[in-house]
């Protein structure tokens, strides 16, 4: 009697698993710059992070973002935009960066990256990550200005500046040594 | 009074003072040379736009050209007449040891020499220092204005305050009677 | 006695089966008793809906619940519509309650307005991020995030996706301004100490130097030093040196000469 209801429990048990369904991969997919500014013609740092917060692996998880930055609008200098990753287990995170560079400066709408995966069951899943928002690519001119390093023009200045500055005191004291005024020796 | 003699206008001439070509044209090149200076360093330091601040640039290259090369002007008249004193007892030995073997030479001849030859020498100095002077002057204010006085003020400000600004002012500090 | 068993254990067991199953990170249906600590007693979540929350950044911040202040504290929200119709997520609010008495607002952070359309079997991941003000430092604060959603028929739900009691640590790796200024100050203290005591101990110096010097003074011979008087007058003196005492008797000097 005992058996049985011990094999009763562990029925119901499983029956219980059956029924809600909540043991599943559910992946969280993160979209953030890295960069704190966006400069036109300078390398800008994008990561994107997948958690999985599910209790099953993910399969064939594949991350596609190069709708939101096309090629006639920027450059890849390294990284992919379209990955792909066979299994992300419960529990794991990937994060992975790419590394753009913009071509025009202006007003930029940074997009969600889509996010497609497999649960255990053959379910796809289609997800989308956050949106960063609207962010602005900066001039070279207008980031130089305050980031770039000033001291090569000081550099110039001074090579500018020099040649009649020290030239001409150079040429006095050459003058000033050829007519030297000796002092009389006064008799105390 | 009657009419100067050739040899008056000669020894008036030497005495004057306006300053040879030469010493004019070591005026105007230092003045543009280092009227541009400042320019070029705005446009680094500040990143200026080529197409919005040339005007800019023109008015502050030629007033700070013409106000320095008059302040140079200026000094060198004040310090030929300091320089003639100084120099003076150097110049006679040096015509003295020149011509101390030549007999024929009298010794208002001389002394004539002598007279022209500091002439010549003061007047050489009196360049070089005024262009020392004054350059070294320019520079030291235009920096202090530009980079710390008016480091707040927009570039184009900036530049025209800080260069005729600072050429002003050394043209009123060489007006000095001394 | 054992068939009574029986039926209790086979009622525990199907209650086991429907009762709710919360798995952690994963929210799912949320019974409206959850929901009367809130203030919206009749909003519960939809069934349709399934949330999910996940701290990004500090990483280890899903394990420990701690939090330091200054630094930016970033979550992600995961929204998976399982149902047939669009849902619209508006907003989700966090805030800081009291960790004993969860219905005392301690802070409220700004809504983040994310009016996201979520498709039927779609997902949606959303991020938010704040951070804690330096004066809740060594509390415990209980952090509480709600998202507010509503689908294509108008009915506003509301979902629970964070409700524990952190704590918030103060961050010590910064230069504080605190400690910058003392040490300045010391600095200062100690080159005027300085500073006093080399006046003090020159001082005590000096008045030892000056009766040295006042024996130096002394040292002028009676002699008379004659290099300084021309010698004329010193012939002169030998001469006409005038006699000591009172005018009379000089006059008298005088006429005798």
Known sequence: MNYSLLVFLVVVAYGAEVGTQTQDAFILAHKQPLSTYAVENMDFVLEYGLYNVGDKPAHKVTLDDRHSFPTNSFDIVKGLLHVHFEQIPAGANVTHSVVIRPRAYGFFNYTSAQVTYYTDNENLHVSVTNTPGEGYIYRQREYDRRFAPKYTFFLVFLALITPTTLGSFILLQQSKSRFPAINKKKST | MGKLTKEEEVLLSSYSASSSTKGTLFFYANALVISLAPIYLFYGVHQMEIADSWVVWALSSISTAYLLALACKNQKRLLKHQIVMKRGPAVDREINGKYASDKKMTTKEKEERALFRKNEVADTESTYLSIFYTNTLFLTIMLASAFFLLANVAPIFNLLISTSGSAALVVFLSTAKN | ?257
């Open chain 3, 1 to 257: 006695m054992k068939l009574s068993t029986v039926f209790l254990l086979a009622a525990l067991g199907f209650c086991a089966v429907y009762a709710a199953d919360v798995v952690d990170g994963e929210v799912t249906d949320d019974a409206p008793r959850n929901a009367q600590e809130e203030d919206d007693l009749t909003v519960g979540a939809s069934p349709d809906a399934a949330l999910a929350f996940h701290f990004v950044q500090p990483a280890d911040a899903n394990i420990l619940h701690e939090f330091y202040t200054g630094k930016p504290v970033k979550f992600l929200i995961g929204f998976q519509n399982k149902g047939e119709k669009d849902f619209t997520v508006k907003f989700s609010e966090t805030s800081f309650r009291f960790p004993t008495d969860y219905n005392y607002h301690l802070q409220n952070f700004t809504r983040a307005e994310y009016n996201r359309r979520v498709q039927p079997k779609e997902e949606v991941t959303l991020d938010y991020g704040f951070y804690a003000h330096e004066t809740f430092a060594g509390r415990p604060v209980g952090l509480v995030v709600n998202v507010h959603y509503q689908d294509a028929d108008g009915n506003v739900f509301v979902n629970n996706v964070f409700n524990q009691t952190v704590n918030i640590l103060e961050d010590d790796s910064g230069f504080s301004g605190e400690t910058g200024f003392l040490f300045i100050l010391f600095i200062a203290l100690s080159i005027g100490g300085l500073y006093i005591a080399n006046q003090f101990l020159s001082k005590l110096s000096r008045k030892s130097g000056l009766s040295k010097r006042r024996v130096v003074e002394q040292g002028t011979s009676s002699e008379v030093d004659f290099e300084w008087i021309p010698r004329d007058a010193v012939r002169n003196k030998e001469k006409r040196s005038p006699a000591a005492g009172s005018p009379k008797a000089r006059k008298a000097a005088k006429k005798a000469d």
